[in-house]
C-alpha cells in the first residue's frame, strides 16, 4: 500500500465515522426532543393531542386530589391559564401545592394532560429555570424563596 | 479574623500566579535560565497559599463562623463534622476555592517532580498552568469570594441542602474536580509544545500519566457521582443524561482518546497533531462542564448556583483559553513534523478507529447537551434534549467501537495481520456466541438485541483475557512458565486488560439493570406485603427516629425470600426543620450483585403508605466495572516505564545500570 492510499484509507475512515456520527445526531434531533411549554402556550398553541412536551408552571392552591392506588389530579397554572394533569406513581419530596414543577408527558383527547414524569423544585432556592422564565413572562413572578427567607439577617456584605 | 487571612492568602496567590504566568514565559522566550527558574518557587508558594486559604475556609466551616456569609448559608451548628467539612465544597464558591486548590497542587506536583524536564519545557508547562490559575482566582476574588462577612452575625445558619449531606457526595466533587483540573497539565504541556514548535516521543511519556491520573479520578467521580444519584434521588436511576452528568461524560470520552492516541505517539511518534488536538479538547470540555455547572445556565437537579455575572465570566474565561489554544493551534500545529507511517490494519490503526468512535461519541453527547443552550438563546423555544436523543446516538457509535477493543492489543504495531488476531479471538467470540443462545433461551423472546448486547459484554471481557492468555502462553505452555511470563508482563498490559475487561463489567451491568429491572409501586397498611421476584416484602410499620439536625420517619420491611428470613429494610423520609425540607432515604439490600432497593412515597391520611420496590438485577456491576477500569489505571500508572516523570523509557535506563 503507498503512502497516499494509506492517508486515503484513514481519511476515508474518519469521513464515514463522522457521516454516521452526524447522521444518527440529524435523526435523534427529529425524533426524541420534547418541547417545554407553559400553560398558556399550551392552551393557545392548540397543540394537538398525543404530542410529548413538558409544561411548567405552579401547582395550583387546593388542586390537588387523589384516586384510586397512587392516581393523583392536580392543576399547573402560570397564572393566566391552568392546564388538568393527571399522573399515576410517587410524587418527588418536594411536590407541593404552590410550588414550581414540570411535568412531561401528553394531552389526551378529553384535555387532560396525562404525565409520565413529574420533576419538582429542588430547594426552595432553586426554581425550574423554565418554569420561572415562563412565570415572569405571564407578569407572576413572585419570588416566592426571598420572601421566605426574608425574616433571617441576610445582607450580602458586597 | 481567620476569613480575613484566607481572603489575603487568594490575593497574594493570585499576585504570585501572574508573575508565574509571565517571568518563565519571557525567560523561556530570551532563554533565560534565571526567569525561567521562576516557575518552580513561584508554583510552591502559589500552592501554599491556596492551601492556606483553603484551611481557613475549613476552619470557618468546623467553627460554625456565621459572620462568614459562605459559612451561614450552607451550614448549620448541629450539622455533623463530616458534613461541615463536606459543605465547604458543597456550594458555589467553595468549590470554586477546591477547583483553584486542585489546579495548584497539579502545578507544584509539576514544580516537584519535573527535575528532569527540559528547562524551557518547564517553564513553559508552568507559566500555562498558572495562567489558568491567575484567571480562576481574579473569578473568585471578583464575584465568588467565601470570606464575604455579614456586619452582624446571625445566630444560627441555613444548612446545607439536605440533598447534599450525604457521604457519597462527600467525596464525588473532589474526585471529579481532581478529574477535570488533572487534564489542565495535558493541556498545558499541549501549549508549551505549541509555544515552542516542537513536539517528540518524550512529550507523550511525560503528559500520558498525567491524562492517566486524571482519567482514573475522573472514572471513580463519575461512577460516585452516578452510585450517588442512584440511591439518593429515589427513582432507581443511575444515570439520566443530565447536563451536569454530560459534562463530566465529555471529558471522560476525551481523555479516554487522548490516551489512546498518546499511546501511539509515545510508541511510535505518530498522530503528534491530533494527540496535541485532544490534549486542547480534553481540558477545553472540562472548562465547558465547569462553566456549565457553576455559571447555572442549566435546568437541572445540580443547579444550585444561579447568578448570570459568574456565568459571563466564566464564559470569558472560556473563550480566552478554548479560542486562544485553538488559534495557537492553528497557527502552529502545520510546523510540527508528521511522524511514523503505518498500515491501517496495526495496532496504530485500531487506536484510530478508537479514537474516531469515541471523539464521535463525545461530540454526539457535546450536541446534546449544548443544543437545548443554543436553541433557547436563538430562536427562545425550550426544549429538552433526554435518553432517548443520547440513546439513539450514543450506543451505535459505542457499539462498533467495543467490537474493535480486543484487537487493539492482540494488533501488531505498524502492520496488523487482521486474520490472526481474529483466529486468536475465536474463543472470546465463542463466549460470546454461547451467551447469546443462553440468554436467547432463557428469555424465549423479548428484545432481540438484549441477548446480543449480553453477548457483546462477555465478547469484551473474554477478549481482555485472551490478551493475557496470548501473552503468558497461558494453554500452551507448563503453567510454571506462563506464571513467570506474567510476573514479566509490562504493568501497562495488565492495566490495559483490566481497564478493557472493566468495560465488559460496566456493560454487563448496564444492560442487565436496564433490561431486566422490576418495579412494583403500592399502597400499603402495617402487615400488608409487597412481593417482587422471589422475595416478599412485608411492612411492619413505622418509627421516628431522631438524627442530629433532621428527623427520620423510618418504615420496617421484613424481606423473605420462599419464606426464610433475609433481612429487614427501613427506608425513611428525613426532615430536616433547618430547611424545612425532607428527603427520601432509600434502603438497599444487597443480594450477590443484584440490589433490592425500596423508597418512600407520601403517607396517606388513612394511614397507608405508599412505596416504590425495584429489583435491580446486575446493578452493582456498572459501578464495580469503573473500579475495574480505575484499578487497571492505576496498574499501568505504576508501569516504571510510565512513572509520573520519567523522561527517558526504562531500556536506556536499565541499559546504564544493569543491576537495577
Given at each position: 500500500m503507498t503512502r497516499r492510499q494509506r492517508r486515503f484509507s484513514l481519511i476515508g475512515a474518519a469521513l464515514g465515522v463522522l457521516a454516521l456520527a452526524i447522521g444518527l445526531v440529524l435523526s435523534a434531533l427529529k425524533e426524541s426532543i420534547v418541547f417545554f411549554n407553559s400553560p398558556t402556550e399550551l392552551v393557545e398553541k392548540h397543540i394537538k393531542p398525543g404530542t410529548r412536551m413538558r409544561i411548567g408552571g405552579l401547582v395550583k392552591e387546593g388542586s390537588i386530589s387523589r384516586g384510586e392506588g397512587l392516581a393523583v389530579h392536580f392543576e399547573v397554572t402560570d397564572g393566566t391559564r391552568s392546564v388538568p394533569v393527571g399522573y399515576q406513581g410517587l410524587l418527588p419530596d418536594?411536590?407541593?401545592?404552590?410550588q414550581g414543577v414540570v411535568v412531561e408527558g401528553a394531552l389526551d383527547s378529553d384535555g387532560i394532560f396525562r404525565a409520565d414524569n413529574v420533576l419538582a423544585k429542588h430547594?426552595?432556592?432553586?426554581?425550574?429555570k423554565a418554569v420561572a422564565d415562563a412565570l415572569k413572562k405571564q407578569g407572576h413572578w413572585k419570588d416566592d424563596y426571598e420572601r421566605k427567607l426574608g425574616a433571617a439577617p441576610a445582607r450580602r456584605a458586597e | 479574623m481567620i476569613a480575613e487571612f484566607g481572603h489575603y492568602a487568594l490575593v497574594l496567590a493570585f499576585a504570585l500566579a501572574l508573575v508565574q504566568a509571565s517571568v518563565p514565559l519571557a525567560g523561556a522566550r530570551k532563554n533565560d535560565p534565571v526567569l525561567m527558574a521562576v516557575a518552580g518557587p513561584t508554583a510552591l508558594a502559589q500552592f501554599c497559599f491556596i492551601a492556606f486559604a483553603f484551611a481557613a475556609l475549613i476552619i470557618c466551616y468546623v467553627r460554625s463562623d456565621f459572620s462568614v456569609l459562605n459559612v451561614f448559608e450552607n451550614s448549620h451548628s448541629a450539622k455533623p463534622l463530616v458534613y461541615k467539612l463536606t459543605g465547604v465544597w458543597g456550594n458555589h464558591e467553595g468549590s470554586m476555592l477546591l477547583w483553584v486548590f486542585i489546579l495548584s497542587i497539579f502545578g507544584a506536583l509539576v514544580a516537584l517532580f519535573?527535575?528532569?524536564?527540559p528547562a524551557r519545557l518547564k517553564a513553559n508547562v508552568l507559566a500555562v498552568q498558572s495562567s489558568i490559575a491567575a484567571a480562576f482566582l481574579l473569578f473568585i476574588l471578583i464575584t465568588?469570594?467565601?470570606?464575604l462577612r455579614i456586619p452582624e452575625a446571625p445566630f444560627e445558619g441555613r444548612d446545607l441542602n439536605p440533598v447534599l449531606q450525604d457521604p457519597g457526595l462527600a467525596i464525588h466533587p473532589p474526585l471529579l474536580y481532581v478529574g477535570y483540573v488533572g487534564l489542565s497539565i495535558s493541556f498545558s504541556f499541549a501549549i508549551a509544545a505549541l509555544i515552542d514548535g516542537r513536539i517528540d516521543a518524550a512529550w507523550a511519556r511525560w503528559v500520558r500519566p498525567w491524562t492517566l491520573l486524571a482519567w482514573i479520578f475522573l472514572t471513580l467521580g463519575i461512577a460516585m457521582g452516578s452510585y450517588w444519584a442512584y440511591y439518593t434521588?429515589?427513582?432507581?436511576?443511575?444515570?439520566?443524561?443530565?447536563p451536569v452528568e454530560n459534562a463530566s461524560l465529555v471529558p471522560w470520552l476525551a481523555a479516554t482518546a487522548l490516551l489512546h492516541s498518546a499511546l501511539v505517539m509515545e510508541k511510535r511518534d505518530a498522530l503528534k497533531v491530533w494527540t496535541i488536538l485532544l490534549a486542547l479538547l480534553a481540558f477545553s470540555f472540562s472548562l465547558i462542564g465547569t462553566f456549565l455547572v457553576r455559571s447555572g445556565v442549566l435546568t437541572s437537579v445540580h443547579a444550585f448556583a444561579n447568578d448570570p455575572t459568574r456565568g459571563v465570566f466564566i464564559l470569558g474565561i472560556l473563550a480566552l483559553f478554548i479560542g486562544g489554544s485553538l488559534a495557537l493551534f492553528a497557527l502552529r500545529a502545520p510546523m510540527l513534523k508528521q511522524g511514523g507511517l503505518f498500515a491501517p490494519v496495526s495496532r496504530e490503526g485500531a487506536l484510530v478507529l478508537n479514537n474516531l468512535f469515541l471523539v464521535s461519541a463525545c461530540a454526539t453527547v457535546f450536541i446534546g447537551t449544548v443544543y437545548p443552550l443554543a436553541l433557547e438563546a436563538l430562536t427562545g423555544d425550550k426544549i429538552s434534549v433526554g435518553a432517548p436523543f443520547f440513546n439513539a446516538t450514543f450506543a451505535p457509535l459505542f457499539i462498533p467501537l467495543l467490537v474493535v477493543v480486543p484487537f487493539g492489543p492482540l494488533l501488531a504495531w505498524k502492520r496488523g495481520d487482521l486474520l490472526g488476531v481474529a483466529q486468536r479471538l475465536v474463543g472470546a467470540a465463542a463466549v460470546a456466541v454461547i451467551a447469546v443462545a443462553v440468554v436467547f433461551a432463557m428469555e424465549g423472546?423479548?428484545?432481540?438485541l438484549v441477548p446480543f448486547a449480553i453477548g457483546l459484554a462477555l465478547y469484551v471481557m473474554a477478549g481482555a483475557l485472551t490478551e493475557i492468555v496470548e501473552r503468558t502462553g497461558l494453554l500452551r505452555v507448563s503453567l510454571a512458565t506462563a506464571f513467570a511470563r506474567a510476573k514479566g508482563l509490562p504493568r501497562s498490559a495488565w492495566g490495559a486488560a483490566f481497564a478493557h475487561f472493566g468495560l465488559g463489567i460496566t456493560l454487563l451491568g448496564v444492560i442487565g439493570e436496564t433490561q431486566w429491572s422490576l418495579e412494583r409501586i403500592a399502597e400499603l397498611r402495617p402487615g400488608q406485603s409487597i412481593s417482587i421476584r422471589r422475595y416478599d416484602l412485608q411492612f411492619d410499620g413505622m418509627a421516628t427516629r431522631q438524627g442530629p439536625n433532621y428527623r427520620d420517619l423510618a418504615a420496617h420491611f421484613t424481606v423473605r425470600r420462599h419464606g426464610d428470613f433475609v433481612g429487614v429494610m427501613e427506608p425513611a423520609k428525613r426532615n430536616f426543620p433547618s430547611r424545612a425540607t425532607a428527603t427520601t432515604q432509600t434502603a438497599l439490600m444487597t443480594r450477590g450483585v443484584s440490589q433490592l432497593y425500596l423508597s418512600l412515597g407520601d403517607a396517606n391520611p388513612d394511614g397507608s403508605l405508599a412505596v416504590r420496590l425495584y429489583y435491580k438485577p446486575l446493578v452493582l456491576l456498572i459501578w464495580f466495572g469503573a473500579l475495574v477500569m480505575a484499578i487497571g489505571g492505576v496498574l499501568s500508572l505504576s508501569d516504571r516505564r510510565l512513572?509520573?516523570?520519567?523522561?527517558?523509557?526504562a531500556r536506556s535506563k536499565a541499559a546504564l545500570s544493569p543491576a537495577e
Open positions: 418536594l411536590f407541593r401545592e404552590g430547594d426552595e432556592r432553586y426554581m425550574p | 519535573g527535575a528532569n524536564l465568588s469570594n467565601p470570606f434521588l429515589g427513582w432507581g436511576g443511575w444515570w439520566f443524561w443530565d423472546g423479548g428484545p432481540i512513572r509520573v516523570g520519567a523522561p527517558k523509557p
